[in-house]
């Protein structure tokens, strides 16, 4: 219809140029324009009130508009208006028509019950393919996780495991650097299974085809929404955890069709289920979170099963499984404890940590002036001359707890040996309440004021033996610290049903970026309890009461909410702790690409970066993959080195890294990763029209409806890819130019008539 009033298609008009044919110059035009509307109202003006001299000023301004519209129109007509475009030259110019041959593009959803392969592959035979042959050379390419040519459309089949649209289209861009490329048409549903996960446009994909000048036409197939579908969006989970804990899964879904039904949400370990809950599924569409709790059992590299539903009549159960590796240590993790007195606390902390088989306490407590009692111990040595004072017998901790201890029980040196225990070994250091703790221990003019998580009173008067009530904050609601049951509701109702304590200490104020986790009712105040924070490579942590242990005391018989409380603090406390040698990746899942990039950071006995070891990597694979590689140290940061390797075929691999600095051994880390096939087709089946029309807009091309291709093979010509010409097109002699005419003379003429005016 555009094209029956404006003579030319949609694209002249958006990338032409308007341009005046006439010989004399514009200005020319303009002034007469304005002189020719200036003398016709002063012409109205003048003879109205003797032809009509009832008509008011707007009708005669309505005559005199319509007028000098009629009379501009023609000047610009004298003037001959234009548009120049450039426009491809025939049979000079190489169209390449893209077509998505991914699994995804195997769902039958098009119209007539259609795969979209096959839909797309009609819409080309019905003449769109021959349409382009006529005017112009047509490469057919098939697109997976690259670009490849094709003979026949009938040699594509949808059975590629992955859609890799930015690598395909720069590889199409390099590889055709040399030919006179007008136009590329993307047949595909969108769907994009970018190494990043991201799941868009890279903007490197955009700027080659930019500065190629060359559009990218895209006809998108498939459902843009699903009439019913449960979909796993992501799944966050740490990626190391510590045997018999309770860890947190935070998983993300959307559904459509199925809004206020009930699902299970469940996690395997193989045949072993290890949590399920049932949950209620929000509105269409929306982006639901739900956080789970629970136990990865035993040691070793697990492959977790993050399961929702299946719910009846859903189109797709592919993707409501998303799987996770998760590697459980039970390396012991130790925890330097220093009190300052004896009391209870100490004791009900020592036992609960008692039937943690991997956190191990060793304790040094002052009974008098002069005197510490020492528990927990390994050898006899250990902290035989108090509290160490070289980095080597400190580090060796993974965590430390300073109790009713004042400041300056430490000596300057020991002081700052405790600021590189946080920020340069990485460890997690805890203060706890007490008479000679915090404010009332000197540590807000200690040089360590910094390590604290908050901002401690002036005052030294600030431990209490008052009673106070203790409550959850929403931060604490979702710590894994803090979890005492599964359910939510139940964990806070049950933190408002402990046992009051007999004693708090104002800690003061949380810093920025600290969080607090519960928070103490004293009277009218509310004070924090728990804050946590991290700093530099480590963490610290503020408990500002030393009465915790009547929760042990005070419930029934066999109530865990003390042990459990404490053991999941200390935990939290040493978990992240790193060993000498870290090995880290961007990704623990590889989809559809083996190609891993291992990063190494090498430190030595005090915890100093160790540019000069030697560091080796082993990786270990499905039917007897074993692979030596030799890691090399980054130029630009001391003690990090880097590997990178391709796992050519799917399956579980294991990466064991070894560092040594001379005969002396630095210690090793292990990283396990999994290669996965055609899994990423599975999800975000639906039509991604957005990525399609982005891509299309971003490059100068259109995005098409598949029972629009019929224009497609005359609206692709305009474009200055390849070789093109500039073709001048009149547009004097345009249909609606015509009607516009008419309809002013007719409006003007019927005003006329109307008010007494002929």
Same mark, same amino acid.
């Given at each position: 219809?555009?094209?029956?009033?404006?003579?030319?298609?949609?694209?002249?008009?958006?990338?032409?140029?308007?341009?005046?044919?006439?010989?004399?110059?514009?200005?020319?035009?303009?002034?007469?324009?304005?002189?020719?509307?200036?003398?016709?109202?002063?012409?109205?003006?003048?003879?109205?009130?003797?032809?009509?001299?009832?008509?008011?000023?707007?009708?005669? @301004?309505?005559?005199?508009?319509?007028?000098?519209?009629?009379?501009?129109?023609?000047?610009?007509?004298?003037?001959?208006?234009?548009?120049?475009?450039?426009?491809?030259?025939?049979?000079?110019?190489?169209?390449?028509?893209?077509?998505?041959?991914?699994?995804?593009?195997?769902?039958?959803?098009?119209?007539?019950?259609?795969?979209?392969?096959?839909?797309?592959?009609?819409?080309?035979?019905?003449?769109?393919?021959?349409?382009?042959?006529?005017?112009?050379?047509?490469?057919?390419?098939?697109?997976?996780?690259?670009?490849?040519?094709?003979?026949?459309?009938?040699?594509?089949?949808?059975?590629?495991?992955?859609?890799?649209?930015?690598?395909?289209?720069?590889?199409?861009?390099?590889?055709?650097?040399?030919?006179?490329?007008?136009?590329?048409?993307?047949?595909?549903?969108?769907?994009?299974?970018?190494?990043?996960?991201?799941?868009?446009?890279?903007?490197?994909?955009?700027?080659?085809?930019?500065?190629?000048?060359?559009?990218?036409?895209?006809?998108?197939?498939?459902?843009?929404?699903?009439?019913?579908?449960?979909?796993?969006?992501?799944?966050?989970?740490?990626?190391?955890?510590?045997?018999?804990?309770?860890?947190?899964?935070?998983?993300?879904?959307?559904?459509?069709?199925?809004?206020?039904?009930?699902?299970?949400?469940?996690?395997?370990?193989?045949?072993?289920?290890?949590?399920?809950?049932?949950?209620?599924?929000?509105?269409?569409?929306?982006?639901?979170?739900?956080?789970?709790?629970?136990?990865? %059992?035993?040691?070793?590299?697990?492959?977790?099963?993050?399961?929702?539903?299946?719910?009846?009549?859903?189109?797709?159960?592919? !993707?409501?499984?998303?799987?996770?590796?998760?590697?459980?240590?039970?390396?012991?993790?130790?925890?330097?404890?220093?009190?300052?007195?004896?009391?209870?606390?100490?004791?009900?902390?020592?036992?609960?940590?008692?039937?943690?088989?991997?956190?191990?306490?060793?304790?040094?407590?002052? /009974?008098?002036? !002069?005197?510490?009692?020492?528990?927990?111990?390994?050898?006899?040595?250990?902290?035989? $001359?108090?509290?160490?004072?070289?980095?080597?017998?400190?580090?060796?901790?993974? %965590?430390?707890?300073?109790?009713?201890?004042?400041?300056?029980?430490?000596?300057?040196?020991?002081?700052?040996?405790?600021?590189?225990?946080?920020?340069?070994?990485?460890?997690?250091?805890?203060?706890?309440?007490?008479?000679?703790?915090?404010?009332?221990?000197?540590?807000? %003019?200690?040089?360590?004021?910094?390590?604290?998580?908050?901002?401690?009173?002036?005052?030294?008067?600030?431990?209490?033996?008052?009673?106070?009530? #203790?409550?959850?904050?929403?931060?604490?609601?979702?710590?894994?610290?803090?979890?005492?049951?599964?359910?939510?509701?139940? $964990?806070?109702?049950?933190?408002?049903?402990?046992?009051?304590?007999?004693?708090?200490?104002?800690?003061?104020? @949380?810093?920025?970026?600290?969080?607090?986790?519960?928070?103490? $009712?004293?009277?009218?105040?509310?004070?924090?309890?728990?804050?946590?924070?991290?700093? @530099?490579?480590?963490?610290?942590?503020?408990?500002?009461?030393?009465?915790?242990?009547?929760?042990?005391?005070?419930?029934?018989?066999?109530?865990?909410?003390?042990?459990?409380?404490?053991?999941?603090?200390?935990?939290?406390?040493?978990?992240?702790?790193?060993?000498?040698?870290?090995?880290?990746?961007? !990704?623990? /899942?590889?989809?559809?690409?083996?190609?891993?990039?291992?990063?190494?950071?090498?430190?030595?006995?005090?915890?100093?970066?160790?540019?000069?070891?030697?560091?080796?990597?082993?990786?270990?694979?499905?039917?007897?993959?074993?692979?030596?590689?030799?890691?090399?140290?980054?130029?630009?940061?001391?003690?990090?080195?880097?590997?990178?390797?391709?796992?050519?075929?799917?399956?579980?691999?294991?990466?064991?890294?070894?560092?040594?600095?001379?005969?002396?051994?630095?210690?090793?880390?292990?990283?396990?990763?999994?290669?996965?096939?055609?899994?990423?087709?599975?999800?975000?089946?639906?039509?991604?029209?957005?990525?399609?029309?982005?891509?299309?807009?971003?490059?100068?091309?259109?995005?098409?409806?598949?029972?629009?291709?019929?224009?497609?093979?005359?609206?692709?010509?305009?474009?200055?890819?390849?070789?093109?010409?500039?073709?001048?097109?009149?547009?004097? $002699?345009?249909?609606?130019?015509?009607?516009?005419?008419?309809?002013?003379?007719?409006?003007?003429?019927?005003?006329?008539?109307?008010?007494? #005016? #002929?």
């Amino acid at each position: 219809m555009f094209q029956f009033f404006f003579k030319y298609p949609i694209p002249v008009f958006s990338k032409g140029q308007f341009v005046l044919l006439g010989a004399w110059p514009g200005w020319v035009l303009l002034l007469l324009m304005v002189a020719s509307t200036a003398g016709l109202g002063l012409l109205i003006r003048s003879r109205l009130p003797q032809a009509a001299p009832n008509i008011s000023k707007w009708r005669a @301004g309505a005559v005199w508009l319509l007028q000098s519209l009629l009379i501009a129109t023609v000047l610009v007509l004298l003037w001959q208006p234009a548009i120049t475009v450039a426009e491809l030259a025939p049979q000079q110019n190489v169209i390449a028509v893209v077509l998505d041959d991914s699994r995804s593009m195997a769902i039958a959803d098009s119209g007539g019950h259609l795969t979209r392969e096959a839909a797309a592959q009609k819409a080309l035979e019905d003449g769109v393919l021959a349409g382009l042959q006529k005017k112009f050379q047509v490469r057919l390419y098939r697109l997976d996780s690259r670009v490849t040519r094709a003979a026949a459309l009938a040699e594509i089949q949808p059975t590629a495991q992955a859609t890799h649209i930015n690598d395909g289209l720069t590889q199409l861009v390099n590889e055709t650097s040399d030919l006179p490329v007008g136009a590329v048409v993307l047949l595909s549903d969108g769907s994009e299974n970018s190494l990043d996960g991201s799941g868009d446009l890279a903007l490197e994909t955009i700027h080659a085809l930019r500065n190629r000048r060359l559009p990218v036409h895209t006809v998108g197939f498939g459902k843009e929404q699903a009439a019913h579908d449960v979909e796993l969006n992501d799944v966050r989970v740490t990626s190391r955890a510590m045997a018999g804990s309770r860890i947190p899964a935070t998983v993300t879904f959307h559904q459509r069709g199925y809004a206020g039904s009930k699902a299970i949400l469940a996690i395997r370990d193989g045949d072993k289920t290890l949590d399920s809950r049932e949950v209620t599924l929000g509105a269409d569409w929306a982006t639901q979170v739900e956080t789970v709790f629970f136990s990865p %059992g035993d040691a070793g590299v697990k492959s977790l099963h993050f399961s929702l539903g299946p719910l009846a009549n859903e189109e797709n159960l592919a !993707n409501n499984t998303v799987t996770r590796l998760l590697g459980v240590t039970d390396d012991k993790r130790r925890i330097l404890y220093v009190e300052g007195e004896p009391r209870w606390e100490y004791k009900f902390i020592r036992r609960a940590e008692d039937d943690d088989k991997i956190v191990q306490v060793a304790s040094m407590l002052r /009974t008098t002036e !002069n005197k510490i009692y020492r528990q927990g111990i390994s050898d006899p040595t250990e902290l035989a $001359n108090g509290f160490p004072v070289r980095p080597e017998e400190l580090f060796k901790y993974q %965590g430390i707890i300073l109790g009713s201890v004042e400041a300056g029980y430490f000596t300057p040196l020991q002081q700052e040996l405790l600021r590189e225990f946080v920020d340069r070994r990485g460890g997690g250091l805890l203060f706890l309440a007490g008479r000679f703790a915090l404010g009332d221990g000197g540590w807000s %003019g200690s040089s360590l004021v910094d390590l604290l998580p908050t901002y401690l009173p002036n005052s030294r008067s600030t431990f209490h033996r008052d009673p106070a009530t #203790v409550e959850l904050t929403a931060a604490g609601s979702d710590s894994p610290i803090t979890r005492l049951m599964d359910d939510p509701a139940k $964990n806070i109702e049950r933190w408002k049903k402990l046992t009051y304590l007999m004693d708090y200490q104002d800690a003061g104020t @949380g810093k920025p970026g600290a969080a607090v986790l519960i928070q103490m $009712n004293a009277g009218a105040r509310k004070l924090p309890l728990l804050v946590t924070q991290s700093y @530099g490579r480590g963490r610290t942590a503020v408990m500002a009461t030393s009465g915790t242990w009547r929760w042990q005391m005070s419930q029934p018989l066999g109530d865990p909410a003390h042990d459990l409380f404490w053991q999941q603090l200390l935990r939290w406390l040493v978990l992240d702790s790193p060993g000498q040698v870290v090995v880290t990746a961007a !990704n623990h /899942t590889l989809m559809d690409d083996g190609h891993i990039e291992l990063s190494a950071n090498v430190r030595d006995t005090e915890y100093m970066p160790a540019p000069d070891a030697k560091v080796t990597a082993h990786l270990i694979g499905p039917n007897g993959v074993s692979v030596m590689l030799d890691m090399t140290p980054a130029a630009d940061n001391p003690g990090v080195f880097h590997a990178a390797w391709t796992a050519d075929k799917p399956g579980s691999y294991l990466a064991e890294v070894r560092a040594q600095k001379g005969s002396q051994d630095l210690g090793s880390d292990t990283f396990p990763f999994e290669r996965v096939d055609g899994v990423a087709e599975n999800f975000h089946t639906v039509q991604n029209r957005e990525l399609l029309e982005k891509l299309a807009t971003e490059t100068g091309g259109r995005y098409w409806r598949p029972e629009e291709l019929s224009r497609l093979p005359n609206e692709i010509s305009y474009s200055d890819a390849g070789i093109s010409v500039r073709d001048v097109k009149e547009l004097w $002699n345009m249909p609606v130019v015509f009607l516009w005419l008419t309809l002013l003379m007719a409006a003007e003429w019927l005003l006329r008539r109307k008010w007494g #005016v #002929v």
